[in-house]
């Protein structure tokens, strides 16, 4: 596996980078795999553990990056985390997205989260960008719904 750095740019500009390891790619999208970094945080819907094992697919022609989240004391699967982002720069050494702010959270029963609504209204872009972002969210919910992968999990 090949060591790369992740950089996630926020809404407001900031910049948060993270390792992680290229297990695959294609012409237009990159397998990652490695541990959650972040501390230890829960939320109302899942407990992101430092150590978790997260499987990260990003692409070059999708308005969405997937995170596959799996519990480091005994890699049952969690979930995954869909951030709505411009699509995703790949490079040999290096993933940079742009986060929109709205994120998606797909439960192993395939239920789904819409958040950070709020966020994502408040956020200062373009009717354009704007309207790219809600067309993700609805082709991610059509992978759900079709159980695509990386939904192909879903029980």
């Known amino acids: 596996?090949?060591?790369?750095?992740?950089?996630?740019?926020?809404?407001?500009?900031?910049?948060?980078d993270?390792?992680?390891?290229?297990v695959a790619q294609d012409?237009?999208?990159?397998?990652?795999?490695g541990p959650f970094s972040?501390?230890?945080?829960?939320?109302?819907?899942?407990v992101f553990r430092q150590g978790d094992r997260c499987i990260e697919y990003f692409y070059t022609d999708r308005w969405?990056?997937?995170?596959?989240?799996?519990?480091?004391?005994?890699?049952?699967?969690?979930?995954?985390?869909c951030n709505i982002?411009?699509?995703a720069i790949i490079r040999e050494d290096a993933i940079r997205f742009d986060d929109l702010a709205l994120d998606l959270w797909v439960a192993p029963?395939?239920?789904?989260?819409?958040?950070d609504e709020d966020e994502f209204a408040a956020?200062?872009?373009?009717?354009e960008t704007r309207h790219r972002a809600r067309l993700a969210v609805d082709e991610v919910r059509a992978l759900v719904a079709n159980r695509a992968p990386p939904f192909d999990q879903i029980r």
């Open 27 to 33: 012409t237009n999208s990159v397998t990652l795999e």
């Open 18 to 22: 993270y390792p992680s390891y290229r």
């Open 64 to 81: 969405y990056n997937i995170l596959e989240l799996h519990d480091v004391s005994d890699d049952r699967l969690k979930g995954w985390y």
């Open 85 to 87: 982002a411009r699509p």
């Open 1 to 16: 596996m090949n060591a790369i750095t992740v950089y996630k740019i926020n809404p407001d500009g900031r910049e948060r």
């Open 123 to 127: 956020y200062a872009i373009d009717s």
């Open 38 to 46: 972040a501390p230890t945080h829960a939320t109302d819907y899942v």
């Open 109 to 115: 029963d395939g239920s789904i989260l819409l958040l």
